[in-house]
């Protein structure tokens, strides 16, 4: 039983990117076998901007299903390929055994370049998604935004283009981080009114690196609240404090969210498994026995 909350305990996801560097692929490596007996609902992996990490993603998937006993859910993005060529990544994805589709419209590979689809792609999600559909039975995750997306005219229309994609045939909402329960409160019951009956799940992002972690949240539109400012200042040297202080800041804001009724949440891990792992443990997930 988790020390925080009655009951039993969350059910959870990770995050993991996929490695540009053999030293970067032990850490990650390091990570989803130090989370797997943690019984994840599935791990996710994704693209970097414009895709540009398309291959190594691929391989850290199919690596995935060969070794582990982990679901993962690869990612998949519109922007910087054809319609062929994501068709046949995602037919390859169905025969390696991948089930699970993270749907997005993806970023351009330079931050300060405005969204371009590829002229013979898929030119939003929902198509994207209605394509995935029309291959095979995947099932498709999609993203969302507590705070509103940062090239969103407003949060309505982040949810008129939710329901694009429900339409289209994704079931899962998956939120970007955030760090205001009442905003994930809010974003939840106004899909809700709109008649979607999906789960909307809460992105968390366990980190050290405070301003990693504020940079980070500029770019996606999240807001950093007064309080956790305060929390780390001054502690630029001191790690293990920093540790200690995000650890309990997770497990505070899962112990929130499940009082308003949230029981799945997914972790950003950067690939790095110790937080969320002390986090999980604390939530009071069971370690299960991973498959040899």
């Known amino acids: 039983m988790s020390l925080f909350s009655k009951g039993s305990p969350p059910f959870v996801s990770f995050e993991f990117f996929p490695p540009k560097t053999p030293e970067m692929e032990e850490q990650l490596w390091r990570a989803v076998r130090r989370l797997e007996p ?56 169905w025969h390696a055994g991948v089930r699970h589709v993270v749907a997005l419209r993806g970023d351009m590979p330079s931050a300060d370049a405005a ?15 209605a394509g995935l559909k029309r291959m095979a039975p995947f099932e498709v995750s999609v993203s969302c935004y507590p705070e509103g997306h940062p090239d969103s005219a407003s949060l309505e229309a982040d949810i008129d283009l939710l329901v694009q994609k429900v339409d289209a045939g994704a079931s899962r909402a998956i939120g970007n981080f955030c760090f205001s329960t009442e905003a994930i409160v809010r974003i939840r019951d106004r899909v809700a009114a709109r008649g979607l009956v999906i789960p909307v799940v809460p992105g968390l992002m366990p980190t050290t690196n405070f301003k990693g972690l504020v ?43 499940r009082r308003h009724g949230f029981e799945h949440f997914h972790f950003y891990t950067l690939n790095q498994a110790d937080l969320t792992f002390a986090a999980c443990r604390l939530l009071g997930l069971p370690m299960q026995e991973p498959v040899p």
């Open 215 to 257: 940079r980070m949240a500029e770019r996606c539109g999240a807001s950093v609240p007064d309080s956790l400012w305060r929390l780390y200042e001054g502690l630029d040297e001191d790690l293990a404090s920093r540790k200690a202080i995000a650890a309990a800041v997770l497990v505070a804001q899962v112990d929130a969210l």
């Open 115 to 129: 969204y371009c689809p590829h002229p013979l792609g898929y030119q939003s999600t929902p198509e994207l998604i």
């Open 38 to 93: 943690l019984g994840p609902v599935f791990v996710s992996v994704t693209y970097g901007a414009g895709g540009s990490t398309r291959d190594r993603t691929h391989a850290t998937v199919k690596r995935i299903v060969e070794e582990t006993n982990l679901v993962p859910a690869a990612h998949l993005t519109c922007v910087g390929a054809s319609r062929a060529e994501i068709d046949e990544i995602a037919r390859g994805y």
